[in-house]
């Protein structure tokens, strides 16, 4: 499976109308799901990787209703609103990892909108210098390790070759 599938106004490239559907149907898609609207302005380098995508002020998070993609123009609803919205493109660019669209829109050349599944949000937990203790069970290994300040203790089970992975990468 490809990682990003790409889509451009007027590019001869032969995987372009296969790549169009491809980004059409995960498109349609969407409707019933909720999604994050993310509109950004393009930075200076010209490098949409650059930019900030943490939640703004404008930034929106709603259900979507029945997105399709008519000619080269994205059309989607709001629930609750009558009208319907739309997007004409100049280049779409889908992430299958993050399971998020880039849309360059025709008329605004400086903008990337980016709409997406929301994203899974972590728990983090901090803990410096914990105690620690390994033990086996079976072929697997269990890393524990305790704060005591903060009463907590992790556990972590780790496969023979996720052992050896760590231990490459502790060097």
Do not use: C
Request: glycine content about 4%; cysteine-free; charged content about 20%.
């Amino acid at each position: 499976m490809q990682v990003k599938t790409i889509w451009q106004y007027g590019s001869n490239s032969p995987e372009n109308a296969s790549n169009f559907a491809t980004i059409s149907q995960w498109w349609a898609a969407l409707n019933g799901k909720e999604i994050n609207w993310r509109q950004r302005l393009i930075p200076q380098t010209g490098e949409v990787k650059d930019l900030d995508w943490e939640p703004q002020r404008f930034d929106e998070v709603f259900v979507v209703a029945t997105p399709e993609i008519r000619g080269i123009t994205l059309y989607w609803r709001k629930p609750d609103a009558k009208d319907e919205r739309n997007v004409t493109a100049q280049k779409l660019e889908l992430d299958h990892l993050q399971q998020q669209l880039y849309i360059y829109p025709q008329t605004q050349g400086e903008v990337v909108i980016r709409v997406g599944l929301p994203q899974i949000v972590y728990q983090q937990v901090k803990i410096s210098n914990p105690q620690w203790v390994i033990t086996e069970t079976g072929a697997n290994r269990v890393i524990i390790l305790r704060d005591e300040s903060q009463r907590l203790e992790i556990q972590v089970t780790l496969a023979p070759e996720n052992l050896a992975q760590l231990r490459q990468q502790l060097g």
